[in-house]
């Protein structure tokens, strides 16, 4: 239904792509993996017709199917239009789909009220709701996805899940929400970035993404212990071979003239010995496998009270200008508690996030390190990534700075490029750099995992789990939520309660 042949595409001198060739069928549910920048959102976009940057070689079949692509994020003109505009641009297009919409709209939690407002003011869970509801108002028969999970709540993640696992079409997808890859993919596409990103390869299967992860680490595993055993014992019959090949060597230089015949054993020996040698040397060995390193992410120590108040917050009424998200808002925090805000797209959970951090800015007695959902709203005021990472110019900051955007696996291009040559993902991982850097005892986190690539996500897990200060946070990540956090609360119009 949908072939792809020999596709390579070239960014800036570097292959993400190189030969690709692959055919989807009907129910086929496709998840592209793989680290930050390696060319996901690329691809999706190249085999959309959509890509307007680098060189594409191959070609894309999809025997006259209609292909819907969901951006990752929405253009500043779309933004400024209502939800209606958005949907229906013409009015046949209105007359032709209101009505699959009114059957839809509840499903996606789609108000009245939000119809008249501007999309520019919606939270990022409604407008990948709006997204992905136009996809399903064109009737399209094959879906490229380009982090459709980015910002849903919990809920609609779940419907989402129902949704791709019960389409008859085929569905392209890139995610970082391991539990949705877990839970609905039937193909999975990882694409690297090996020799120190000099190279590219990708990987294709026919399975499930946890069958993939498990046998790739069991290969990996077995590969790299066979290469390290084949390695030990070269190493020990090469230092056999070389003290014989020394022994011989010093009887013939000692032996006496008058004993001809020693002389001439000696040398048929020292030739027995060199042909083992040459044997040795063209023993092919296993090689350890060259797969792309995991990051290497930690926060460093810090020391909170368990008595120490970090929050009490009072709120009788949250509000976006004169709009009343939810009220009755009560938030006493204590020591180094992992909390995190959920409740459903709109209700006001980076509202809320962003009156924490007013209320925290000014103390002067923890160090408060805050990651928005938006990059650009701490970020726009830099365009170079060691602008942002060390602002001091500080010799030291700037080496401690390198050698931990080094463990995130930055390049050294990346490290003294232009932020805004950076993926979502490798930005997620320079502000993660950042609260490091600046020895934070609070963080206040929206949405610390969306971007980052499910390769990358359980260190930064593992990082935030062993972290002693304070964290703050919104999440729907299903697995960031079992295991960071210790208490979960939940937003709603009416009240923020502690979920039991």
């Not at 990534?385 to 463990?407: H, P, Y």
């Amino acid at each position: 239904m949908f072939e792809i042949k020999n596709i390579s595409i070239q960014v800036k001198e570097r292959y993400l792509v190189k030969n690709l060739s692959f055919t989807v069928n009907q129910k086929d549910k496709l998840a592209i993996i793989g680290e930050e920048g390696n060319g996901k959102s690329t691809l999706l976009k190249a085999l959309a017709g959509k890509l307007d940057y680098g060189e594409v070689t191959g070609g894309v079949s999809a025997k006259n199917h209609k292909i819907g692509y969901l951006e990752q994020s929405m253009s500043k003109e779309v933004e400024e239009q209502t939800p209606l505009e958005y949907l229906f641009q013409t009015e046949e297009d209105y007359y032709h789909k209101i009505g699959k919409f009114y059957k839809e709209k509840e499903r996606f939690h789609i108000t009245e009220e939000m119809l008249d407002r501007k999309i520019k003011t919606l939270s990022g869970g409604e407008k990948v709701k709006l997204a992905i509801l136009k996809l399903l108002l064109e009737e399209n028969d094959i879906l490229l996805l380009d982090e459709p999970t980015n910002d849903l709540d919990i809920e609609t993640l779940e419907w989402l899940e129902t949704f791709i696992n019960e389409s008859e079409n085929p569905i392209l997808y890139v995610s970082h929400d391991e539990t949705l890859l877990s839970r609905t993919s039937t193909m999975i596409l990882h694409l690297e970035q090996i020799k120190h990103k000099t190279a590219c390869r990708h990987t294709l299967l026919k399975e499930d993404y946890d069958t993939y992860v498990a046998e790739r680490l069991a290969k990996l595993s077995k590969q790299t212990q066979l290469a390290k055993n084949e390695k030990r014992d070269w190493l020990a019959k090469e230092e056999r071979l070389t003290k014989v090949l020394q022994k011989v060597e010093y009887q013939q230089e000692t032996i006496s003239r008058s004993n001809p015949h020693g002389g001439q054993l000696l040398k048929k020996k020292m030739h027995s010995l060199k042909s083992q040698e040459k044997k040795l040397d063209k023993i092919e060995l296993t090689e350890i496998p060259d797969v792309e390193e995991s990051i290497n992410f930690f926060f460093e120590p810090v020391s909170l009270p368990k008595s120490k108040q970090i929050l009490y917050l009072s709120l009788p009424e949250l509000k976006v200008q004169n709009n009343i998200l939810a009220k009755n808002i009560e938030l006493e925090v204590t020591g180094s508690a992992h909390l995190c805000i959920i409740g459903n797209n709109g209700v006001g959970k980076s509202t809320l996030i962003k009156e924490i951090k007013k209320q925290l800015a000014p103390r002067t007695d923890i160090v408060m390190g805050y990651m928005p959902q938006d990059y650009e709203e701490i970020l726009k005021d830099y365009e170079n990534v060691l602008d942002f990472i060390a602002q001091t110019k500080n010799k030291e900051e700037i080496t401690k700075a390198r050698m931990i955007l080094g463990n995130m696996k930055f390049t050294r291009e990346e490290m003294t490029g232009k932020i805004s040559d950076l993926s979502n993902g490798s930005k997620a991982k320079l502000i993660l750099t950042k609260l490091v850097l600046e020895k934070c005892d609070v963080l206040l986190l929206d949405e610390p995992t969306r971007n980052v690539s499910p390769l990358s996500n359980p260190v930064i897990r593992k990082a935030l789990k062993e972290y002693n200060g304070c964290i703050i946070s919104v999440s729907h990540d299903r697995k960031y939520i079992e295991e960071v956090i210790d208490t979960v609360y939940v937003l709603t119009k009416e009240e923020l309660k502690k979920k039991q």
